[in-house]
T-cell receptor, first 115, second 110 residues
Framework: GAVVSQHPSRVICKSGTSVKIECRSL??????MFWYRQFPKQSLMLMAT?????????EQGVEKDKFLINHASLTLSTLTVTSAHPEDSSFYIC???????????FGNGTRLTVT | GQQLNQSPQSMFIQEGEDVSMNCTSS?????WLWYKQDPGEGPVLLIA?????ELTSNGRLTAQFGITRKDSFLNISASIPSDVGIYFC??????????FGTGTRLTIIP
């Protein structure tokens, strides 16, 4: 079945540094990928929609200059958290969609801790 | 961001019992999906519903897409220990920009 790989699974960084998270579709081409953030005991909140070859679309309240998204190929999207702060600590999850109407599949998430 | 109302928020049941949870929305969706999330992992798709009134089963799981397109339920029959986790509903239009429910945490009492 469709597999979405996310890396790293856990990362700890210091305040002010930047962290890059990768999301790869392993056995299908993903024209669209989505980035979610999930705080403890809460639901998934969509941050942005990443479209291959074009700029990402950000949800209201999400700073595009802080959360940089690049979708340079049909199998890879990256999310870079720039100048990270402790309040950015969260569980970041990507999902990928292949052909039209194919179900979304999620990566295993990245636990970011900013100290 | 928008969230769907999902209930119950948590459930404590004994192994072998049936489980029922539902999601309601103030707006309609063309797609309803149900996911299960284990601690520290991403959600795993359980059932996808694409048509109002659709009733779909996946093993011991059954889900329905409400006629009004504003609700959906998920039933689990004869629960087993590995059913423990958090269940999320999600509504969308052709799978794009899913809106997630608030989650139902299922605990099985030994």
């Amino acid at each position: 079945g469709a597999v979405v790989s996310q890396h790293p699974s856990r990362v700890i960084c210091k305040s002010g540094t930047s962290v890059k998270i990768e999301c790869r579709s392993l056995d299908f081409q993903a024209t669209t990928m989505f980035w979610y953030r999930q705080f403890p005991k809460q639901s998934l909140m969509l941050m942005a929609t990443s479209n291959e070859g074009s700029k990402a679309t950000y949800e209201q309240g999400v700073e595009k200059d802080k959360f940089l998204i690049n979708h340079a190929s049909l199998t890879l999207s990256t999310l870079t958290v720039t100048s990270a702060h402790p309040e950015d600590s969260s569980f970041y999850i990507c999902s990928a969609q292949g052909a039209n109407n194919s179900p979304l599949h999620f990566g295993n998430g990245t636990r970011l801790t900013v100290t | 961001g928008q969230q769907l109302n999902q209930s119950p928020q948590s459930m404590f049941i004994q192994e072998g019992e049936d489980v029922s949870m539902n999601c309601t929305s103030s707006s309609i969706f063309n797609t309803w999906l149900w996911y299960k999330q284990d601690p520290g992992e991403g959600p795993v798709l359980l059932i996808a519903l694409y048509k109002a009134g659709e009733l779909t089963s996946n093993g011991r799981l059954t889900a329905q897409f409400g006629i009004t397109r504003k609700d959906s339920f998920l039933n689990i029959s004869a629960s087993i220990p590995s059913d423990v986790g958090i269940y999320f509903c999600a509504g969308g239009f052709g799978n794009e920009k899913l809106t997630f429910g608030t989650g139902t945490r299922l605990t099985i009492i030994p």
